[in-house]
C-alpha cells in the first residue's frame, strides 16, 4: 500500500518548516496543505484537537503533533541510512538541549523583538543577540551543530534564519555584524536543497510579520 503523509502546515511558520525540510532530508513525497489559522479546518481540529496548532503530521491516517516530536518520528521513520539525530545516548541529549533552548529561549525572546516597540524592543534585542551568541559559541567551528553533518538541531534552528531580516530592520542591527560565523552556517544550511525549498523568501516573510503585527497590535 502506497504510503500517505500530508503535512498540514503555514508558509510562514517555522515549525512548519522543520517537518518540510526533515521530510526533505529524508526524501518523503508529501502532500503540504496550508491551513487558513483563521478558520482551521475541520481536519486540523480532528487531527490535534489538544493544541488545534500546526504543524500536524498526518502519516497513513495518524497524526504527530509538535514539530519537534514530530522531526523526531520522521528520523527514526524514514533514511534511517542518514539519521538527524546522533546515535550515542549522550549526544542525542545535548542535541535535544539545544533544540528545546531554541524553543524555550530564542524564539520566545524573538517574538518580543518582534512585538514590542521602543526600551522593551531594545532590551529584548540584546537579549536575542545574547541568544544568538550562545548558539553561535555551540556552533564554535564545526560545520553543522553536531558535526560535520546537517542533523536535528540544525533543522530545528534554520527556519529562524529566515525571521532574521525582518527582526532585523524592525529592530535595527545586523545580526551578520554580531554573529557572523552563525549566518556563515545558514548560509551554509541554505545551500541544501531541503532547506531552499522549505523556507520562505525573507522579503515576503517580512511583509507577513509587519501586517500580522499590525493586526495584533489593534485587537
Ligand atoms: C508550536 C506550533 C505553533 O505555534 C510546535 O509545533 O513546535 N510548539 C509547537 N503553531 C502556530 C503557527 S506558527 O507560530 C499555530 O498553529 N497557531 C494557531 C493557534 O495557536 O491558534
Not at 508529501?30 to 503530521?57: H, Y
Not at 540584546?126 to 560535520?148: M, R, T
Request: charged share 30%; proline share 5%.
Amino acid at each position: 500500500m502506497a504510503e500517505e503523509v500530508i503535512l498540514l502546515d503555514f508558509w510562514p511558520s517555522p515549525f512548519g518548516m522543520r517537518a518540510r525540510i526533515a521530510l526533505r532530508e529524508k526524501g518523503v513525497e508529501f502532500d503540504m496543505r496550508e491551513e487558513d489559522l483563521s478558520n482551521k479546518s475541520p481536519l486540523l481540529l480532528k487531527m490535534n484537537p489538544v493544541n488545534k496548532q500546526i504543524p500536524v503530521l498526518i502519516h497513513n491516517g495518524k497524526p504527530v503533533c509538535e514539530s519537534l516530536i514530530m522531526v523526531q518520528y520522521i528520523d527514526k521513520t524514514w533514511g534511517r541510512e542518514s539519521p538527524l539525530l546522533p546515535s550515542d545516548p549522550y549526544e542525542r541529549a545535548h542535541a535535544r538541549f539545544w533544540a528545546d533552548y531554541v524553543d524555550k529561549k530564542m524564539y520566545s525572546v524573538g517574538r518580543r523583538v518582534w512585538l514590542s516597540t521602543g526600551e522593551a524592543q531594545e532590551a529584548a534585542k540584546k537579549e536575542y543577540i545574547e541568544c544568538l551568541k550562545v548558539l553561535e559559541g555551540e556552533l564554535g567551528d564545526k560545520a553543522y551543530f553536531g558535526s560535520e553533518r546537517f542533523g536535528y538541531v540544525d533543522v530545528s534552528l534554520i527556519p529562524f534564519y529566515s525571521w532574521f531580516y525582518a527582526l532585523e530592520t524592525l529592530a535595527n542591527f545586523s545580526i551578520k555584524e554580531e554573529c557572523p560565523k552563525l549566518v556563515a552556517w545558514a548560509k551554509r544550511c541554505t545551500q541544501r536543497e531541503s532547506v531552499a525549498k522549505s523556507l520562505p523568501d525573507q522579503y515576503k516573510l517580512n511583509e507577513f510579520l509587519l501586517e500580522l503585527k499590525k493586526k495584533l497590535q489593534a485587537q
